[in-house]
């Protein structure tokens, strides 16, 4: 029988004696993987010298982890695993076979990720949990450690089961895929190519556009255009790029020079070479947050206290009733260096909701 069970434990974590690690997060979604970035940085930092693994869907995660030296075995299981269940069956037996001194079931209200969680061996096993006797964890958090933000809450559970203070106040580690120097290079390379043949300059500011999302999320191309001619004119001497999404098609028309890659670290590292990055709310959004440039996220449904960037000159900017004028506005206003001069509001937030748009561009451009 497997201890972690039967026992649950009100001690913290320890400290020593824990080297090999298990991070359970059966998801193919590349934002979610993204978002566990944080998680492994924070888990490098206490147990220095350990040993990481991590479950995940799909192949994503092979290569969002493919440069952190402490992570050994990212195991993906078959997407809808379900409808394939003898590679699903056999790598779970692979997995089992191995004992872990930690696992962590960072997902808030996943089943699956909790069955995953309880069919594993672990000496220690760490989740969020109202019913700690039932959870099958060793250290079952409570739920209103989690905080809003998915990218945080790993990192307050894990600093919950050790017995240390959470909260915003101690900082969270941020979204990094650890691109290469190489990497960064090809990166710059390539903007450095399209831009040339654009008869564009490469020199600041150089803003990519990703204008791809699901669903409701996604920004129709009128809206793009509106937003891009608004802020050209706020910002003429910007070189735009636009970043391709995976089906390969431009969503602006082939206005703009374009990138594509089905590899996910070279679009990180093209978009590393930029200055900013716009886009809606989407796993490419986490990418470029990950891949340190500074970044916009515009929010026209979700909850950005959930998936805001952060850190890093990033940030959010919800729509919900503003133009595609008004919110180029916005986002010149909280990047006055885009434009070489001072500009009226230096945040997101001051500049309302109910601004005459034309007033704002006077004095954006007053001498």
């Not at 089992?96 to 960072?106: E, F, V």
């Not at 079952?140 to 017995?163: E, Y």
């Not at 043949?197 to 191309?221: D, I, L």
């Not at 990950?290 to 206290?305: I, L, Q």
Request: charged letters at 20%; one cysteine or more.
């Amino acid at each position: 029988m497997n201890e972690a069970k039967t026992l649950h434990c009100n001690e913290p974590l320890p400290r020593k004696g824990i080297f090999r690690i298990l991070v359970c997060r059966p998801n193919h979604r590349l934002g979610n993987t993204i978002l566990l970035t944080p998680l492994i940085t924070e888990l490098e930092r206490h147990f220095k010298g350990a040993e990481i693994d991590v479950i995940s869907e799909g192949d994503i995660a092979e290569e969002v982890f493919a440069t952190f030296f402490s992570v050994r075995h990212v195991y993906c299981l078959p997407k809808r695993g379900f409808k394939h269940p003898l590679p699903f069956l056999h790598l779970l037996h692979r997995v089992r076979r191995s004992r872990y001194d930690l696992i962590i079931d960072p997902c808030l209200g996943s089943g699956f990720s909790r069955a995953v969680t309880r069919l594993l061996h672990g000496t220690y096993k760490l989740g969020f949990s109202e019913t700690p006797l039932r959870s099958g964890l060793t250290h079952a958090a409570p739920t209103s450690i989690a905080m809003q933000h998915m990218a945080k809450r790993p990192v307050n559970l894990l600093r919950w089961a050790l017995g240390r203070s959470h909260g915003e106040e101690f900082g969270y580690p941020p979204l990094d895929i650890r691109l290469t120097d190489v990497e960064l290079a090809h990166g710059r390379r390539a903007i450095g190519e399209l831009l040339a043949e654009s008869r564009q300059t490469s020199s600041p500011p150089v803003v990519g556009v990703f204008a791809n999302a699901t669903g409701a999320k996604r920004y129709p191309m009128e809206w793009w255009r509106e937003f891009i001619d608004t802020f050209k004119t706020l910002c003429p001497a910007a070189s735009m790029l636009e970043l391709i999404p995976m089906h390969g098609h431009s969503m602006l028309g082939a206005e703009w020079p374009g990138y594509y890659s089905s590899d996910i670290r070279r679009m990180g590292a093209v978009m590393a070479g930029m200055d900013l990055m716009i886009t809606a709310d989407c796993g490419v959004m986490h990418l470029a947050v990950a891949s340190r440039v500074p970044t916009v996220g515009m929010f026209c449904v979700t909850d950005a206290s959930v998936y805001a960037p952060y850190g890093n000159g990033n940030c959010s900017l919800p729509t919900q009733g503003l133009s595609a004028r008004e919110v180029a506005c916005r986002v010149v206003a909280a990047h006055p260096d885009l434009l070489g001069r001072p500009v009226f509001g230096s945040s997101l937030g001051e500049v309302p909701a109910t601004a005459g748009e034309d007033l704002f561009l006077a004095r954006a451009w007053a001498p």
